[in-house]
Every structure is written in C-alpha cells, then in structure tokens.
C-alpha cells in the first residue's frame, strides 16, 4: 500500500464524522450500544468492538490501522509508552518455566524486564551476542519461546541478520521480537524479513514532536489477538485518545522529518569524523561501520541517531564540551524535532546503578530538524571547550 496514502487517509472515514479533515478526539470511556444482540457481539470480541477504551477507541483505531499497514503486519496494539509495547508483548508469549533469548546491550528497560522483573514470575533470560548467528542458536534451551533482537540498537547501532534470525527461529519454533524503534517503519520493515512482533517506542519518530509517551505493537492478527487476550486488557496500558490523535499528526510529517534528520545527520557525522578531539563515528551507514553491508541490505536509511567516541575519556573535559552546546540540549531520548545530546560519562558511576556496556567516552547525537550549519556551528565551539581545562 502507498506510504502517503497510509500517513495521510487509511483508517479515516471522515463520512462518519462530518467530513471532518482532522480525525476527531473521541474522549470517551464508553460506548452506547444499539441491542443486546449488538451488546454481546461487542463484549465477545472487544478487540474489534467499541465497548470500553481500555479494548478499543475509534481514534486510536485509526492510529492501529496506519501503524500496522506501515509495518506490513495485519494489526497492531498501541501501548501507553515503548516500555509498555515491550513489556506488554512479551507478557503475552510467556508463561512460568519458559526462557528468553535476547540481544546482549538492549534498551535498558527492556534488559529490566527480561533479567530483574521476569525472573519474580519464573521466566528466565539469556543475553547474546546478537552478530553471531551461531551464538543465538547455541543459546535456544528446550523451553525457549522467544527470540527477542533489538536491531539497530540506539547507542552502538549494533545490527541483527534479521532473515536469518527469523529463519532460525522459525526452525526452533520461537516468536521473533524487534525493537524497531532506531529505524521507524520507514527504514526497516521487520516482517518483511520474517519477524513475528514489531516494536516501537512511538514517543520517538513516529510521534516525533516530544510531546507524547506510546508505543506500539505489531504483527499477525493471531498473535496480536493474544496479546491483547492475555495481557494487554489485564495490563490495561492503554493510550489516551488524545495522545493517539497527535501521534496520527505526527505521523503526516514522518518521512520528510525521517529525511531532513538523516541528511543532516550525515553531514554533521562527516565533519565530525574529520575533527581532532573524534576519536570515532559510529554511524550505521557509514563505510568504516563494521556492519554497514548489512545495515544497506534490509534498512533503507538510517535517521538522526549516531555516536561518536571522543579522544578523551575524561570526564570533565566531555562534560565541558556538553554542557557549553546552546543548540544541542541534555536530554534522554530523541526523534523529536530538536537535536540532543547525551554522553555516556554522565550515567557512570551513579549511585546503586550499574555502570552502562558502553566506553565512558561514547556521546551520543540525535539529530533534529534545526540547520545542520547552525548545528555544526554549536558543536564546533562545544568541542573547542574540551582541550581548554
Ligand atoms: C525510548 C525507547 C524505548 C522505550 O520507549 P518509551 O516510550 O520511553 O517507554 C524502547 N526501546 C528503545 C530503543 C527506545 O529508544
């Protein structure tokens, strides 16, 4: 199906609401039934219905409609936040004795989930190195039901052989997961490769003004059925309607915000690369990344996430050089329309918290709809401030 008609029309039957061009916001809890016959369809088969928001709301329906269909998967659930898309899937595949497989260096709520919060409910997980094939497949127990890849991931942009994951989970009878948020739809179509689930944090691209926490869930109606049966209306992570109706503005700009984010991303990568306090880029889609052939072969672009690794792994010269940006701002996350910054040094060593898999000198970049000269502009005098002590 066309991208554009996707983002700009599936799903909106402006005939049911005054041929209104912006879907409306259907604030409400519940919904009036005309029969009891129409009551007890409804209340067999809430996925479907509309009987109560925590099942099902005619504006976030839209948004199921326009996510599943850029995903290539026949529905999709919509989730309060990423973590809840994560959790709330996962909670739907397993059940007490089962085991894991995970990518070693995943979202770090992710890695929560599957060693702190599963293990209370007798399901276990093991971390692997996600490049090697051989590794996964040596890490499939009797009881594993759930390989679960996170390609790429969004500090090291470490990628996965998505087909051949697929293929060998196909062989060992498990469910594929992604974390496909660092790629959005647009740059990487996971089912198209195979895999079962797709997620995202729709906080990040998909909504992409900062101003929304949700995720989503995507994959057969089978599966996403089961999700819903066995977690997601016990678990109740819903999104407001009015959330989903900025996600569905969001979404109109999608591709040219992806666009602009990416090519200026690549320009400021290069130029980093070029000076003398970047020891490193690390950019999926650059030629010296040691997976870019796979990066090209099943993403279609890369976005406005990249990290660079610094000469120096002293501390206060990277937090000299962070924190004289005026453009870039300190922040976690990123897909927002403003470019952000976040170095890896400021996360060591904090109380009670395990240090990070990532080398102290790692500085993260997200890249925003700003101009890339402004911005190269910022970081030129930023970084002129580590040498100075
Ligand atoms: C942000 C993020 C999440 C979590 O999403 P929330 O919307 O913050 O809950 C999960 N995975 C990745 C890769 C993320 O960047």
């Not at 996707?6 to 912006?22: S, V, W």
Request: charge should be negative.
């Amino acid at each position: 199906m066309d991208q554009s008609y996707i983002l700009n029309h599936l799903g909106e039957e402006r005939d049911q609401y005054f041929g209104a061009i912006a879907p409306p916001v259907i604030q409400s809890s519940n919904f009036a039934l005309t029969s009891i016959a129409h009551l007890r369809e409804a209340m067999l088969a809430e996925f479907d219905h509309h009987l109560y928001t925590r099942g099902n709301n005619p504006t976030v329906a839209i948004l199921r409609k326009k996510i599943a269909a850029l995903e290539g998967t026949e529905d999709a659930l919509i989730t309060s936040s990423g973590a809840a898309a994560i959790a709330t899937a996962v909670l739907g595949l397993v059940q007490l004795g089962d085991h894991v497989v995970c990518v070693q260096n995943p979202y770090s709520w992710t890695r929560h989930l599957l060693d702190q919060f599963l293990p209370r409910f007798g399901v276990s997980a093991t971390f692997v190195d996600g490049t090697d094939l051989a590794v996964i497949e040596n890490a499939i127990l009797p009881n594993t039901r759930v390989l679960f890849l996170e390609s790429p991931n969004t500090m090291t942009f470490g990628l996965q052989d998505l087909a051949a994951c697929a293929a060998l989970a196909k062989e060992h009878q498990l469910i594929t997961c992604i974390d496909n948020s660092c790629s959005s739809p647009l740059f990487q179509k996971p089912a198209a490769f195979g895999i079962d689930l797709v997620m995202h944090s729709a906080t990040k691209y998909l909504n992409g003004h900062s101003d929304v926490v949700a995720g989503v869930i995507c994959g057969s109606r089978q599966l996403i059925q089961q999700i819903f049966d066995r977690a997601y209306m016990v678990l109740g992570p819903i999104i407001s309607p009015s959330d989903a109706a900025l996600i569905i503005r969001g979404l109109r700009t999608l591709p040219l915000r992806m666009e602009r984010s990416q090519q200026s991303a690549a320009i400021l990568a290069e130029r980093l690369s070029l000076h003398p306090a970047v020891q490193q880029v690390i950019h999926p889609w650059r030629n010296d990344f040691p997976q870019s052939e796979l990066a090209k072969k099943q993403m279609t672009g890369t976005g406005g996430l990249f990290s660079i690794l610094l000469h120096t792994t002293d501390p206060k010269a990277i937090f000299r050089f962070v924190e004289s940006l005026h453009v870039f701002l300190l922040a976690v996350s990123w897909g927002g329309h403003e470019s952000l910054i976040f170095p890896v040094a400021a996360v060591h060593q904090l109380p009670g918290k395990d240090d990070p898999p990532f080398p102290v000198n790692l500085v993260r970049l997200y890249i925003g709809l700003e101009d890339p000269e402004f911005l190269w502009a910022d970081l030129e005098q930023g970084l002129s401030r580590i040498q100075t002590a």
